[in-house]
Nanobody, 122 residues
Framework: QVQPVESGGGLVQAGGSLRLSCVGPSGAGAMAWFRQAPGKEREFVAAFRWNGGRTYYADSVKGRFSVSKDKAISAIYLQMNGLTPEDTAVYYC??????????????????WGQGTQVTVSS
């Protein structure tokens, strides 16, 4: 299976912005971003369903992060504004065909990217 490919991570100061990109396999019903901080479990960040066009966000990022997309190349982007040190993590892009009840869970996605590091300094 074709894995999603992420890019755009880096080091930024608190309050700054970053934009992550993910090019996924064509045909996925949804694509999502998850993140994993050191010593913590991987957690949901945001997801986008191609069928219907709905976007989902974790409460911790609502109002700061936003998802955009380019259907022509099966890409989604995560614009991250107002970054804090708590946003420091490896960010993973995932693709799959989740049902509504699993769209914010890891088990909803069958393919994962290698991850991109986001580090926010205080």
């Amino acid at each position: 299976q074709v894995q999603p490919v992420e890019s755009g991570g880096g080091l930024v100061q608190a309050g700054g912005s970053l934009r992550l990109s993910c090019v996924g396999p064509s045909g996925a019903g949804a694509m999502a971003w998850f993140r994993q901080a050191p010593g913590k479990e991987r957690e949901f960040v945001a997801a986008f369903r191609w069928n219907g066009g709905r976007t989902y966000y974790a409460d911790s990022v609502k109002g700061r992060f936003s998802v955009s997309k380019d259907k022509a190349i099966s890409a989604i982007y995560l614009q991250m504004n107002g970054l804090t040190p708590e946003d420091t993590a490896v960010y993973y892009c995932a693709a799959g065909n989740p049902i509504i009840s699993t769209i914010t869970t890891m088990r909803g996605y069958r393919t994962w990217g290698q991850g991109t590091q986001v580090t926010v300094s205080s």
